[in-house]
């Protein structure tokens, strides 16, 4: 009799814990999936990105056509700091880098976080390309400034 519930027991330990590694397993690998398409989308950026800086392009051009003086940029990732330092030396004024991970106790003189009053300015860039519609949605609820993605400022400024 102890061995049949021995052997009871066993059976639903293992039934019960391949259930749930098979759902850990599924959930690692939509994960990764997710990790995946988002750095895709960021390397398709920076490909461009590149195309269009060694093909003689400006990404200041873009900001003067359009009379946008004074820039917020959305993102502090890589793709931010980038276009920061691409902007460092122009007649483009840097107003604010805004994030969502930057809270209240972490902003500092040019960094804001999403819910920060935002700052006078002519547009907002959002440079993480593959969250862009997400982030768009959030900004439009909080302001009335042009809200442009990198991805669009590259391919109309192709030359």
Do not use: Q
Request: charged content about 25%.
């Amino acid at each position: 009799k102890k061995s049949r519930y021995r052997f009871i027991i066993c059976s639903l330990s293992f039934g019960i814990g391949f259930f749930l590694g098979g759902k850990m397993l599924v959930n690692m690998i939509n994960d990764y999936k997710f990790r995946m398409k988002r750095n895709f989308s960021n390397m398709l950026l920076f490909n461009d990105w590149l195309h269009f800086i060694y093909s003689g392009g400006d990404i200041e051009k873009y900001f003067m056509c359009y009379n946008y003086n004074k820039i917020i940029i959305y993102g502090n990732g890589y793709a931010g700091k980038i276009l920061l330092e691409a902007l460092s030396e122009s007649e483009i004024e840097v107003v604010a880098i805004m994030d969502k991970k930057i809270t209240s106790l972490d902003e500092k003189e040019g960094m804001i976080g999403i819910n920060t009053k935002i700052p006078d300015a002519d547009c907002i860039i959002v440079t993480p390309v593959f969250y862009y519609e997400e982030i768009y949605n959030e900004l439009l609820k909080k302001t009335d400034i042009p809200i442009i993605s990198i991805r669009n400022i590259i391919e109309k400024m192709e030359v």
